[in-house]
């Protein structure tokens, strides 16, 4: 729920679920429900841009930063803009490299991979293999959202961040679309073609 510096609306949304800490859950209760919950991201919530920059500081460390404008010109001079070296965890070389061989596989042609769908619907359309080639992670949620009426509404969230090349990311891309709620709607679907697309 941290803002990311880059005064954007909505930008400081996300942090945990305001049930999931709360004092009054007992023990047991928050094993069975939250401790689990949490292993496979759900109770966590987070905007595209605090997802891009987990990401981002994860595979190239704290020193890169999520920006909107790199540098500026005026009157043919570029000036770089500083460089905000934020706080954050700092991932040991073969926990990143374990976390970049996952997602490789996720989008593989492993039947229970859940990014088969696009691996697959890249093959049959342009011939291309790009297992080893992007890695990435699905994701798909439900969340609720203010309409424009000012009424609150559930939707899915289909959502996929993905990067490449896999063997040294360089280019990260992250893709959130939201659908009605009695949607079948699935991120590796839904969310992952245009992103492995861009």
Known sequence: GQTLGLKLPHES??????NSFNPKTKLRGFRANSAISFSFGYE???????????YLRMFRGLGADLRLVKALEMDGVRHDLPVNVGAGPHYRPEVVDAVRRAMIDVVSNDEHATGSYVHRQVLKKKGIDIHGLIGGKTGTA???VRTYEGKKAKVRNASFVGFLPADKP???AVCVL???VSAHFYGGRYAAPPAVEL
């Open 142 to 144: 439900e969340s609720s």
């Open 170 to 172: 360089r280019w990260l």
């Open 13 to 18: 949304f996300g942090g945990n679920h305001r």
């Open 44 to 54: 966590m919530m987070a905007t595209a841009m605090q997802i891009s920059r987990a």
């Open 178 to 180: 939201q659908n009605d």
